[in-house]
Nanobody
Framework: QVHVVESGGGLVQAGDSLRLSCAASGLTFSRHTMGWFRQAPGKEREFLGRISWRSSSTYYADSVKGRFTIVRDNPKNTVYLHTNSLKPEDTAVYYC???????????????WGRGTQVTVSS
């Protein structure tokens, strides 16, 4: 059974940084693209970025490019989302997902965590 678990969220102030972690088990982690998404209340799930299975390629949404960085540690079956210069509009539940394609479409990701809440106060 596949498990994907996010952690590291919390309440921070604007301008702060957070490192979110995502641990996956029950799958061949090193063979999956890992993506990060977020969903704010009343809004659709938003793609943030993805990293290829060998870390050879990353891709970010324009909304977070230059502020967020994705890094993976395959021996630890973990992927990280480093968030910097956080803004109140970054407030959302942040999700990690594993997929077999290097894509931005949530539908292409088969395995999801339950998310971790990030709240940025002004």
């Amino acid at each position: 059974q596949v498990h994907v678990v996010e952690s590291g969220g919390g309440l921070v102030q604007a301008g702060d940084s957070l490192r979110l972690s995502c641990a996956a088990s029950g799958l061949t982690f090193s063979r999956h693209t890992m993506g990060w998404f977020r969903q704010a209340p009343g809004k659709e799930r938003e793609f943030l970025g993805r990293i290829s299975w060998r870390s050879s390629s990353t891709y970010y949404a324009d909304s977070v490019k230059g502020r967020f960085t994705i890094v993976r540690d395959n021996p630890k079956n973990t992927v990280y989302l480093h968030t910097n210069s956080l803004k109140p509009e970054d407030t959302a539940v942040y999700y990690c997902a594993a997929g077999s394609m290097f894509d931005t479409d949530p539908a292409t990701y088969a395995y999801w965590g339950r998310g971790t809440q990030v709240t940025v106060s002004s």
